[in-house]
């Protein structure tokens, strides 16, 4: 067997590129090889067909989200800090509003073939797993008041994602991050621990 010439992750840094600055009908095989300097024939050899690519690219995103909330749970940070925290992770590589929306249209575009929506339900089913598992801690902690958690993480994911997309619509040099932080908090004063 042969090795493989490029690593699957420089492969889905390449999907993610095009995907966000390009959007996904730019989605190709083509576009995605130029981007990450390979062949389109070798990311066919590799995946099959570009439906195989994007489900080893979501299974690859879903670990991405799993590593990303073991880190956070790591660094025990207070409430609103780690709901901040993982609610902006993806502030770090998207700077523009444009970009953001393209990204969405992948989640969009999942609905289409079951395999892709089992995919993107697992990792919804995931963050949604990992934010009630922060609550329910700063509940037992005394950090929070609640008494259905499940509504609560329901609430907070909705928040988060309603400021993200009102960002796109803001002026430039709005602070995605802030207006993350910003909902959650008003959502989690009224619920502190007195």
Known sequence: MRPQLHSDEKIFQSISAVLLTQGYEALTLQNIARYGQLSPAALSKRFGSKKDML?????YLIDVTRNSFAELAKRRLPLLDALTEIFTQWNEFIKKPGELANLMVLYLNFDIDPELVARSRERMRLVDAEVQKILAEAVGSGELVCEDIP???HTLQA????????WCKEEAGA??????????????QTRKAS
Request: proline content about 3%; glycine content about 4%.
């Open 151 to 153: 509504a609560m993480s």
């Open 175 to 188: 602070d995605p991050k802030k207006r993350i932080a910003d909902s959650l908090a008003i959502i989690l």
């Open 55 to 59: 489900i080893a690219y979501y299974e």
């Open 159 to 166: 928040a988060a994602t309603g400021a993200a997309l009102l």
